[in-house]
C-alpha cells in the first residue's frame, strides 16, 4: 500500500477504538447522573424514617451524591483529545494512553491513565532500552476525531508483518506548531529526560533547571498532575500551590491542568499571593532591590514598633481627686517595654494595659510618698483599669495595627530614617520612602511580600473587629484571590510549585515559606535567566523556606523546545560570558529563517515597530509578541493603537519571563541591557520567547557583543 494509503488505513483502526471510547464515556456519564438522582431520592426518602435510620441514609445519600459529582467532574473536563497514545508490546497485546482511565463493562482498559505505572513506558522506552515496546504510536485527535497518526519503532527486528508504520516526527510536528494564546499539555510528547522529572518521588524538594524552552514549566505542571493522580491521599485533601511570576503567565499556563482534568490546583501570581491584593506594578529595579531584600524585616520591624502617628502624647486620669500624669516619655518607655516583650502588638492589647496601669500606680505611689501616704496598688489598678476614660486612651495609644498602614507610615521620611538607621542608606531611604508616600499607583508586586511580611508581624485583629481581610485598614481593600473553601491565609498547601524562581527575592521566598509550612515542592528555575542582583541572599532565604531537613534532588533539562536554532544562537551570544556553557540548552529545531536586527534610527522606531509588527503577523498563524523595556510598554502601545489584530501583545520585559510566541519584534535590547544590574540576562530572556521568527529593532548595536 502507498504511503498515504496505509496512513488512512491506521487513522481508521485508531477512529474505530476512539469511537469505542467515546461511547464508553457517553454510558459512564449516565450512570453517575442515575447515581446522583437516586442520592437525592434517598434523602427525600429519609424525611419519612425514624431519626436513627434518616442520619444513616442522608450519610449514604451524601456518599453517593459526592462521588457521582467527582465522577461527573472527571469525565466533563474539557480533554484536548482524550486518547493520544497507543503501545504495542512484544507479546502483541496492546495499549491505549490517554488523559484518564477508561474501562469497559468487562471491566478490561479501554484506555490507561497517562500517570498510571503501566503507562510510563510511553515515556520512557527508547531504542536502547525498548521496555519489550514495539511500537509506540502518537495518536492526534481534535475533539473525537482522529487526525493524524506518527510512530517510533522500538525494536525493529520484532516489527511483526502486519504492522503499519506510519510518519515520524510527532514531536517536531508538535513544537512547529503555531502557538496560541494559552500553553497546551505535552502529555502526548512528553520526552524521556522530562518524564524522569514528572514522576520523580514526591517527598522534599525536586529542583528543575535548564535553559529557556527546555520545558520546565510544562513539566512542572504535568509533575503537579501526575503527583496528585499518583499521591491523591495525601497531597489532594491540602492541595497544591503554583505560583508564577506574573498574572500574565498564570493566564497564560492556566489552561494545562485543566486540560488534564485537574481543576483543584490554585495558581497564584506573586503579586497575588497574599489574599485581598492583586498587585501587577513591577518596581524599578533599584527599588525592588531593596523591597526584596532581608535587611527590610528588621526596618518592618522598627517601623510597626514606632509610635502611631495619632498617638496621644500623654496620658491624664483623675483618681480620687488627683490628676494622675505620663508625659511623651514615660508613654514611649511603656511602650518600649511592650513591644521588647516579643507578641504581636494586635495581640498585647491585654499585657499593654497592663503595664500603662502599673506605671499609673507608680505614678500615685510617687505622688503619695511626697505627701507621706500610701495607697493600694492593687485597688488603684482595679478601678483605672475599668475606666472608660482609661479604655479610651488605650485604644488611640495601642491601635489595632494594619500591615498597609505601617507601610504608608514609612512615607513620611523622618520615619523611615529611624526605622532604617543603620540598615539602609540615605540614598535607599529616599528612594522608599519616595515611594510609599506615592500612595496613587496602588501596590507593587514587590509590597505584597512586605505586607505579608507585616501581616505576620503584627499579628491578627482582635476577633472583635475582625473583617474580611487583615490587609488594609481603609474600605479601598479589595480584590478576590484566594479558592473560596479555604480558610483567609491558608498555608497548608501540601505541595508547592515555583516558577521562574531564579527571580524571587529573600521576602518573597519567606511568603511562600509561610504557605509551604508542612509541604514538599518543585522549584523551577534558571540561574541564567535571573533578574534578582544577589542571588546567595535569595539563596539562603529559599533555604529556609524549604526546612533544613529536606531531601533535595536535582534534575537539569537540556533541550530547548522552543525556540528555532537560528533564534536560539543569537540569544546565546548574548549571554556569552554570563554563563557557563553548560548552562546553555540546545535547540533541537531549524526553521531556515534567520532571525533579522535592523538597525533603526531612534525617531524611526515607532513606524519600524509598526510595520516588524505586522509583517510578523502575515508570516505566522499564532501570536506575536513586542518586547519592550518596562518603562517603554505604554508608549510603545501607543504605536501600534492602530492595530486591531488580538494575536499581537505588547509586554514589557519582565513580564514576559515565561511566556512564547510564534513572532517577536524587539524593540532597542540596549534599553533592556541598560534597565537593571541583570540586564544582559534580561535581554537573553526577551530574545528567547519566539518560536518561530525574531525581528530586533535596535539604534545602538552595542547590545550584541561582537565576536
Ligand atoms: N515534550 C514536549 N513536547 C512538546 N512540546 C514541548 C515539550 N517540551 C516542551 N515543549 C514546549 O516547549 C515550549 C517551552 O516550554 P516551557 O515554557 O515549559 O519551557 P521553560 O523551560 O519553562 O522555558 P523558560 O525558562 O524560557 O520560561 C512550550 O511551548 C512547551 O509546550
Redesign the pocket.
Known sequence: MSEPRVRRAEIAVEQAHVDRVYTRLAELRTQAEAMRTKGYELGQGAQREAIFEQASMLFERDMMVYHANQTLQTLDAEYEGLVFGRLDHLDREHIYVGRLGIRDTEFDNLVTDWRAPAAAAFYQATAEEPMDVVRRRVIRCSGQTVLDVDDDVLIADAVPEDMQIVGEGA?MA??GRS?GEK????V????KE?DEVIRAPWRGVTE?T????????????HRAAYLLYRHRRQLGGAGVLVVGPSGVFTTY?SRVLPSMGETNVELRALGEVLDGLEATRQDTAALAAIKGSLRMRKVLLRALRDTPPEAPTELKIVYRGEVLKLAARELEKVRRKAHTQGAPPNRSRVRVAELLLAALADKAEEYAKADGKEIDRAELITDLGERIDFHRFLVVWWPVLYPAQVLKWLGNEKRMAAASKGILNRNEISLLSADFADRSRGWSVADVALLDELRVLVGPEPKRRRRQTVVEAAPERGGSGGAPHRPEHYDEYSHVVV??SQDLSPMQWRMIGRRGKYASWTV???PV?SSWPDPDEAAQARDQAFGVKTTRRRFT?R????NSAEIFDLAAKVVAGHAQADEL?KAVRTTGIEPEVRPVDQAALATATQSAAKELLGAVEGTVGVITAMDRVEEVEGWLAGQTDERLKVVGSLDS????YDAVVLVEPMDLVTESSTGRRVLY?AL??A?QQLIVLASNPDWLPHA
Request: aromatic fraction near 2%; charge should be positive; hydrophobic fraction near 35%.
Open positions: 514531536l508538535a513544537l502557538r500553553m497546551r499539555d505535552i502526548a510528547t512528553i520526552q522530562q528543575i535548564g535553559g529557556p524552552g527546555t520545558g520546565k514549566t510544562a513539566v512542572a505542571l499556563i516558577d521562574e523551577v528555575g534558571d535567566q533539562l533541550t530547548n523546545y522552543r540548552p519571563k515565561g511566556l512564547e530572556v528567547t520567547r518560536t
